[in-house]
């Protein structure tokens, strides 16, 4: 059964020095809380549905920041995906969770950081056998400072026109869910970068 955390601390994954099980809020169809449960739990066939955050950022001439995932995540290692993506402690709203990992996975603090919308999806991961499934907060913004991405989280960053994420895109792998998040954000990026931007 879903338990609730005790402390912010516990969800935060730290209480005494000691690591303590990172916890996720569970939510209904219509994204309202209905629980907790551990991360990896959650994840673990067939899934249980939880909130989630997907930010996307992009530079002054339009181009969206993608980042690979270290090797050593447990969760699609090594793979490309959008600008930064995660999970809320309970409790902590999507925009503040979004801010705080672009900010511990980039060392980056985005600039007019929009609400894009939600997505709900359910996304196995074929590799892990873990299983995606996700009421996702989607968020867009600027990279308007330098990048020092934190190599436990990052593997590598780029900065892709449309046509260069459509090349590498069809090459190399990328994240199950990231096409779904991208094409329900575009509404908000189209309105961000203009239509020059060719999003």
Excluded at 176 to 187: E, G, I, K, N
Aim: net charge negative.
């Amino acid at each position: 059964m879903p338990s609730s955390p005790t402390s912010s601390a516990t969800a935060s994954g730290v209480s005494n020095g000691a690591p303590q099980a990172i916890l996720l809020e569970l939510v209904d169809e219509d994204g309202t809380t209905i629980g907790t449960a551990e991360k990896l739990t959650a994840h673990q066939a067939p899934g249980q549905l939880h909130r989630a955050f997907s930010v996307f950022l992009f530079d002054e001439r339009g181009r969206l920041l993608l980042q690979r995932r270290a090797l050593e995540k447990y969760h699609s290692p090594g793979v490309w995906s959008n600008t930064c993506c995660g999970h809320p402690y309970p409790g902590e709203a999507p925009f503040a969770a979004a801010a705080r990992r672009t900010y511990e996975e980039l060392g980056l603090s985005p600039s007019l950081l929009a609400e894009a919308g939600t997505v709900r999806y359910n996304h196995p991961d074929p590799a892990s056998g873990l299983v995606e499934q996700e009421y996702n907060h989607l968020f867009v913004g600027l990279v308007q400072a330098p990048l020092r991405p934190d190599p436990e989280e990052v593997g590598e960053t780029a900065f892709v026109t449309p046509d260069e994420l459509a090349e590498r895109h069809g090459s190399a792998p990328f994240s199950a869910w990231f096409m779904t998040v991208l094409d329900a954000a575009r509404p908000a990026i189209r309105e961000l970068t203009g239509p020059a931007g060719g999003w």
